[in-house]
């Protein structure tokens, strides 16, 4: 499942090219906000700690060839990004779903295509919204994946099945029934979708 959605470390490199500025022109006193649907959270100024572990872990984060960084080095960058930004905001954060490219899943019949990578952009952006719509349908604006009852757990996990890339009963929302039904709407299999198409298969 965990394949479905990216977690929130890529957040790190934007933070950190704009918070050097910021320290040098913010006050203790003061803050900045950042909003996440609908919701704002305030940011302070790093304290001594906080930047001197950002500095020492810099290096890393923004490597030209991250995308082959191993298991270590990854969970670095997200210990990163967990000092970086506000608690409240990146629990909030971390609970909304991201859903992006794949491959190796069950081919899209009547094509081959087993991966989603160059075409289907609009396609997860479509899910992506639909998913984080259903989240906080089910579960509520304020539920947080960091803690969670085990009503909420099952309602979550079924959520995610719903998005599973195969064409079953069980995945309404996959990509391969995505994808198919924007064919009915005049876009072949592995042909692009623009945000048109992407609302009137939502719908």
């Not at 295509?113 to 639909?130: A, E, N, V």
């Amino acid at each position: 499942m965990s394949n479905l959605w990216v977690s929130g470390s890529e957040l790190s490199s934007s933070f950190f090219l704009h918070n050097n500025d910021q320290q040098q022109t913010m006050s203790d006193e003061e803050s900045q906000a950042v909003w996440l649907l609908g919701r704002e959270y305030h940011m302070r100024p790093l304290d001594t700690v906080q930047q001197a572990i950002l500095e020492a872990q810099k290096d890393e984060m923004f490597r030209p060839d991250a995308a082959d960084t191993n298991i270590q080095e990854d969970s670095a960058c997200y210990d990163a990004s967990a000092v970086l930004w506000p608690p409240d905001f990146y629990e909030d954060f971390t609970s909304r779903l991201w859903m992006t490219y794949r491959h190796n899943y069950p081919p899209i019949r009547p094509s081959n295509h087993m991966t989603d990578i160059g075409w289907g952009c609009m396609l997860r952006s479509g899910q992506s919204l639909l998913a984080n719509t259903l989240v906080i349908h089910f579960l509520s604006r304020d539920w947080r994946r960091q803690r969670q009852s085990r009503e909420q757990q099952k309602q979550y996990a079924k959520i995610i099945h719903w998005f599973l890339d195969e064409l079953s009963p069980r995945a309404p929302f996959s990509i391969h029934r995505v994808a198919l039904l924007g064919k009915q709407l005049g876009k072949n299999i592995g042909e692009w979708f623009g945000p048109s198409t992407i609302s009137q298969v939502i719908q």
